[in-house]
């Protein structure tokens, strides 16, 4: 260690003095980050290396003590020329200047450097204990030495060298960090990985060798970008949309702007948006100019879509945010002189950029969704249903924090519950009218199954504002029989019945019944859908008498096949089709629709793959052809064979 400094030395120490004085200032404080920014600094030299084309590896190791790090790259190593200005090599000059300035201000070719802009070789050795930087150029290796800032001896050839490249060792200096501080493979692991994203085919190694015995990691990605999406969107555990793949990928330079722009986008049926932004490979997690430029031309992108293509939903205003919602992207911007806001330099600043993205961004993206309509109306499908489960949301939990009171003091005057307080046996009949409830309450098996007749309209939950919603008897009966809120503060658990059936008049009121309150529980009560909890009970439209055998008919095309397969040449069948539920006596509602062992019911099921289209078939045909809507949301229906009670 230096003991007596030479009058050069102490300049040295001075240019660097600010820097130890302030760590902050350079490096956003002396923590956790700190500690690890003094790498990445480090690793940024070298993938600028990478960038400009000059070198295709970075190797960083990680030493036993977990106190220090060597990082290597294979480019054309940091030049050790004289510079008589300086009287110094280039490489001590770059170790220990703030300011490199003359020849080392980049040009306009160059596609510059995030981090500190030239003078994170100099910070990272101010705040070094010791630094060993070796460089192998014109066949010879170079080894200079620095302790806190001060270099150690002159720079000295140590011997011949193949190949070109740098290597820097380096111990963050316990006077500034403390002594507690580690490098965390798991963070650096996380970083190089996105690092090797970022940049096609780059190779980086990690070797970790606080491991016994020690562990190498390779990351190496050829697709760039367009690989990290996947796997940004696997560790979310979200599935994509649309399932046919879809993966938006651009690469774009505006020559007179000096920027590139690199993008990954899909949307994902995630709730939220996770936007992933770097300015010269280097993280913005805060985003910034660049993050607000392509946040712009994915909603004017897809508004432009939606307005040339007629697509504009009923009833519902789409936001932004609509637009966003469970976008994930990679944005990989390289900016020539990047201005950095914040103390850890996380979000991007420069006012014209925003613009410049959003013109790179936008055609190209256009340009996609027109050439790929499936994708691009699944999109857009995608936006609206997020627009009316906003909306839903917004309305139903201003019901529910009327309706969602505690639950059996609270049940519906007109319910004929059943006696089991255990929901997973219970199931609850909602009936169309008073005469099928009696009917129905005459049926029923007392212990398991409730009763809950509707009396008065039920709204449409398409059409109906919150406060219609929120006024409506039938549906706040139906919300409090089930005990488990709606909206955003349902809770499923508090499910009194595991099976819903909606009981209804096989005509076409009953069908428009039905649906309506189909609408309500996939608008409001999605749950309930999802988890499969709701069924249409099958009540027959006919009675059929053949010799001594009595027949059930769903409708007339299944009268028919019976009568066809069942019918005798000598006795005629005798045929009763019912006006209604009411008409029918409890014991056949019993048997053909109640009774477990003998009825037939449809579960009412949508599957991830039909979201999209179940909710535009809602938005869209609610209010037309009621029949001809009826079944439309429903999925797997129970084989319906002959009914022979
Ligand atoms: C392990 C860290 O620093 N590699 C590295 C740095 C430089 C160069 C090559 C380099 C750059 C240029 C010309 C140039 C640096 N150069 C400078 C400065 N690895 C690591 N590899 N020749 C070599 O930019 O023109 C700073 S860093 F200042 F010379 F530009």
Redesign the pocket.
Known sequence: MATKYTAEEIQVLEGLEPVRKRPGMYIGGTGKDGYHHLLWE??D??I??VI?K??SKVEVTLHKDGKSAT???N?????VDMMPKFKKT?LEV?FSTLH?GG??E?GAS?QVSGGLH?VG?AVVNALSSEIIVHVKRDSERYEMRAERGVTVGKVKKIGPARGTG???FFRPDDEIFGTKLRFDAEIIAERLEAKSYLHAGLEITLTDETKSPPVTTTFVHSQGIAEYLPKLVSDRGKLSVPSNGGVFYMEKRDDAAKLGVELALIWTESTDDLIKTYVNSVPTPDGGTHDAGLRAAIVKAIRNYIATHKLDPKGVTLTAEDIREGVVAVLSTFVHDPQFQGQTKGRLNNPEVSAQVEALVRPALENYLNSNPNWAQAVVARTIISARAREASRAAQQVSRKTAVSHRLNLPGKLADCSSTDPVDSELFIVEGDSAGGSAKQGRDRKTQAILPLRGKVLNAEQANSAKLLANKELQDIVSALGCGMGESMDLSKLRYNRIFLLMDADADGHHIATLLMTFFFRHMRPLINEGHVYLAQPPLYRIDIGKQTYWALDEEHRDRLIKTHGKANSKPSITRFKGLGEMNPDTLKSTTLDPKTRQTLKITVSEAELLSTDRTISELMGKDVAARFRLITENAAEIGDLDV
């Open positions: 480090v690793v030299n070298s600028d290396e400009n000059h070198a990082v290597e790259d480019g054309r190593g940091i030049p280039a770059i490199s020849k080392f980049r160059y030239g070789a740098t290597t820097v």
